[in-house]
């Protein structure tokens, strides 16, 4: 898997306005300037893309890990969230990033961290979906605030 960054495309938001537990919320220009790792996971084929943010926090939290950290020097808490993580299947929605809009020293880190990123992210969508068989996805702290949910019909039919 190499390593891809973009951005999705203000259309995917506009499309999916009823989406819940989005970062930026009803701000499509905002939500389209964001840069996304993409992640494929083998096991389901589905295109992940895990959002940069500026202010993570704690990237493992008392109830578990939400995220990967990954500091720059203006930003000392950036990271990865893996709670706001979006399918995009549809390569139309995408824009290639063709010049580095993070600071190199991110950039390094990522891909210095890419298969434990991959691996963290993959734990976190297994727990997700074991969360969700069990109905209590919107109980777990973990998970309550996952934007996971609005692709439960695509887990669910691949989990079986």
Do not use: W
Request: charged share 35%; glycine share 4%; hydrophobic share 30%.
């Amino acid at each position: 898997m190499e390593l891809r960054f973009c951005f999705i495309k203000k259309e995917y938001f506009e499309e999916r306005s009823n989406y819940i537990k989005m970062l930026d919320a009803g701000n499509a220009d905002k939500q389209s300037r964001r840069t996304h790792l993409c992640i494929q996971i083998r096991k389901d084929n589905n295109n992940y893309y895990i959002p940069l943010r500026n202010n993570l926090g704690d990237e493992v939290r008392k109830f578990g890990r939400i995220g990967h950290a990954v500091p720059s020097a203006k930003r000392k808490n950036a990271g990865l969230d893996y709670r706001y993580a979006l399918i995009v299947n549809d390569e139309s929605y995408l824009e290639e990033q063709t010049e580095k809009k993070i600071p190199e020293s991110q950039y390094r880190k990522i891909a210095a961290d890419f298969d434990i990123i991959t691996k963290e992210f993959e734990n976190y969508l297994s727990g997700y979906i074991k969360a969700v068989k069990k109905k209590r996805h919107l109980k777990e702290p973990l998970f309550k605030e996952s934007s996971l949910i609005n692709f439960i019909n695509i887990l669910d039919e691949q989990s079986h």
